[in-house]
T-cell receptor, first 111, second 114 residues
């Protein structure tokens, strides 16, 4: 069964450093998403991406965040200058039309 | 703004009993309601979903009901088993916005005791 994959599983970085989180969506899916989950809190929407552009973004997704689909298979989330409050689980998801399928997540720890 | 409230936050049942988790949503434009199961260390797994043109949907031991007038929807798990133990999230979205974002509830930690 096809699944969304994410790398790395855990990323530790220093405050102010740039990080890139990587995702490989399900191959025939057209919509791609990033969500995050701060420990003990709700899963929160960050951004959706379709046809090589951002469809929608939340207030969390400020100028420090960017997304890219650099080739036909990868989908990345970049945080330019990490803050302590960026520490969270980051989930990538993809969908064909209906039904979003999530990856296992990347745990980002900002020290 | 858009919001989804989920109750209870924790739920403990005996194996074989039923479990019910309830959610309410605020955005009248919401018309798609998926449920996710999240096991420790894993991403949310889509287990069942319902659209607003349907009042109830069943898949083996799980069922979802939707009351669009009251903006309530619920997950029902019958004959619970220890492997049902996980955190369950409800979510709401608008299918009019293709690829629309999911607004999640707070999650319910279900514990099924053998």
């Amino acid at each position: 069964e096809p699944e969304v994959t994410q790398t790395p599983s855990h990323q530790v970085t220093q405050m102010g450093q740039e990080v890139i989180l990587r995702c490989v969506p399900i191959s025939n899916h057209l919509y791609f998403y990033w969500y995050r989950q701060i420990l003990g809190q709700k899963v929160e929407f960050l951004v959706s991406f379709y046809n090589n552009e951002i469809s929608e973004k939340s207030e969390i997704f400020d100028d420090q965040f960017s997304v890219e689909r650099p080739d036909g298979s990868n989908f990345t989330l970049k945080i330019r200058s990490t803050k302590l409050e960026d520490s969270a689980m980051y989930f990538c998801a993809s969908s064909a039309l209906v039904g979003q399928y999530f990856g296992p997540g990347t745990r980002l720890t900002v020290l | 703004g858009e919001n989804v409230e989920q109750h209870p936050s924790t739920l403990s049942v005996q194996e074989g009993d039923s479990a019910v988790i309830k959610c309410t949503y605020s955005d009248s434009a919401s018309n798609y309601f998926p449920w996710y199961k999240q096991e420790l260390g894993k991403g949310p797994q889509l287990i069942i979903d319902i659209r607003s043109n349907v009042g109830e949907k069943k898949d083996q031991r799980i069922a979802v009901t939707l009351n669009k007038t009251a903006k309530h929807f619920s997950l029902h798990i019958t004959e619970t088993q220890p492997e049902d133990s996980a955190v369950y999230f409800c979510a709401a979205s608008s299918l009019y916005n293709q690829g629309g974002k999911l607004i999640f509830g707070q999650g319910t930690e279900l514990s099924v005791k053998p």
